[in-house]
């Protein structure tokens, strides 16, 4: 059997096929330079563009593409992004291109050096270089804002879509969570949170919203704020994740450290 990587780098993917090719492309340029082993899981979530036609046109044999006829959200792309995945740490980015994966070498040594459960990409580091349109900024503050209030949870920008966890973190915690589309980050931090997982470092990044597009409008916001409403449910209310693990640790008769 062949070697599991260091490192996979899951994308999923949606009406990318303008984006795709040129984001792999600079994965896996970039990593080819590095020392240890990479994989890249691209996800292609029921896209009905040429997603999975482009993103197959690049030969690197690190490039494992997977696509699926029915869009199910970022979220079930992220699971099953997962689930496919061999590295020992997984990076979950976007399609776009939005990060600079001459970021990422400098996330997998944070998560190493201090052996962290999860390193983070914050647009609100003090070192990150974000310009965001005015409407997207405070909807960002609020929403962070609401998220400390309902959760407790100390970081600064759940929502950025790029993050690092180890292997057995992303394999405890991942299949646990509920949300296809937009509080899927969310929710992710906070079944880690309720598991124990709370070593979580925040790695500064750089991104133009002006030139990506802001993706903010009134159907969005009120479907996060309900997805992230059903998160405290579960959290809060149900105890769901913890219970979850109980179920879990019974049925294969193993306990958690």
Not at 110 to 132: C, M, Q, T, W
Not at 186 to 209: K, S, T, W
Request: net charge positive; with cysteine; glycine share 6%.
């Amino acid at each position: 059997m062949k070697k599991a990587p260091k490192l996979s780098i899951i994308i999923p993917a949606y009406k990318e096929e303008k984006n795709i090719y040129s984001t792999i492309d600079r994965i896996v340029r970039v990593h080819e330079r590095l020392s240890y082993t990479y994989e890249v899981v691209v996800v292609v979530d029921g896209s009905p563009d040429k997603t999975a036609e482009k993103a197959r046109a690049h030969k690197s044999k690190n490039v494992f593409v997977h696509a699926y006829k029915t869009n199910r959200g970022k979220g079930y792309a992220l699971k099953y992004g997962t689930n496919k995945a061999r590295g020992e740490i997984i990076t979950f980015t976007d399609a776009g291109g939005d990060f600079d994966p001459v970021q990422f070498d400098k996330c997998v040594k944070l998560l190493e050096i201090f052996d962290a459960d999860f390193v983070l990409g914050s647009k609100r580091h003090p070192a990150s270089k974000v310009n965001y349109p005015a409407k997207r900024k405070l909807f960002s503050k609020i929403y962070q804002l609401m998220i400390k209030i309902l959760f407790g949870l100390n970081v600064t920008d759940t929502q950025a879509g790029l993050k690092f966890l180890k292997r057995k973190v992303a394999k405890d915690v991942v299949p646990r969570a509920l949300v296809k589309q937009y509080a899927f980050d969310l929710e992710m931090l906070v079944i880690a949170h309720q598991l124990g997982y709370r070593r979580v470092f925040e790695a500064p990044v750089e991104l133009d919203f002006n030139a990506i597009g802001s993706g903010i409008n009134f159907k969005t916001i009120k479907k996060m704020i309900t997805d992230t409403l059903a998160v405290f449910y579960r959290a809060r209310i149900l105890d769901y994740y913890r219970k979850s693990g109980k179920n879990k640790s019974k049925r294969t008769g193993k306990k958690r450290k």
